[in-house]
């Protein structure tokens, strides 16, 4: 039986990944939603995302999903309007317990607040909240909740500045078929 799970599982991860070749946003969300996925009618993800359990992922209108971005929604990820995630972003519901004798995965939730900016290859990992408007600094690796308008920086981020309160505007459409 679990053999034919690992199997099932396989199968999945590879539709996933095929899905994220398509060379149309609008077809990539359709397949994404069809895969249980909530995204918002206005919404986009970028080709080569790697998605885990997409049942457990909603985003919500107005947001773009970049590049080659992994969203690891098995503890599920809630991501808010109007977010920019940028290119190979990654998002970790789960991690392995350091302290554990067994290596047991440890884990929870993440949150993204409308308004906020992940850049490019920054790392949120389980549990965490980013808060509204708030900006993670490009590679940075975020292990504790974010403040609303905060912007952060670093391994592990720390806050290096703020951010004006400016909750009106619209990321738009993405450029092309990528």
Not at 80 to 103: C, K, M, R, Y
Request: aromatic share 6%.
């Amino acid at each position: 039986m679990d053999t034919l799970k690992r199997l099932v599982r396989g199968a999945e991860l590879w539709l996933l990944r095929a899905i994220g070749l398509v060379p149309s946003h609008l077809l990539r969300r359709l397949l994404y939603r069809r895969c249980g996925m909530q995204i918002g009618k206005s919404s986009f993800i970028y080709s080569s995302a790697e998605i885990r359990t997409p049942s457990n992922i909603c985003i919500a209108n107005g947001t773009i999903v970049g590049l080659k971005a992994t969203l690891d929604g098995r503890l599920g990820i809630a991501i808010g309007q109007h977010v920019n995630l940028s290119s190979e972003v990654a998002i970790w519901t789960l991690q392995h317990d350091p302290a554990s004798p067994t290596f047991e995965a440890t884990g929870g939730k993440v949150e993204i607040g409308d308004y906020a900016w992940i850049s490019f290859r920054a790392t949120i990992l389980p549990g965490v909240r980013v808060g509204k408007g708030a900006i993670v600094a490009a590679g940075s690796v975020v292990t504790s909740d974010v403040e609303p308008w905060t912007i952060v920086g670093g391994i592990p981020a720390k806050p290096i500045g703020s951010r004006p309160k400016v909750d009106t505007y619209d990321l738009g459409r993405p450029l092309g078929f990528i």
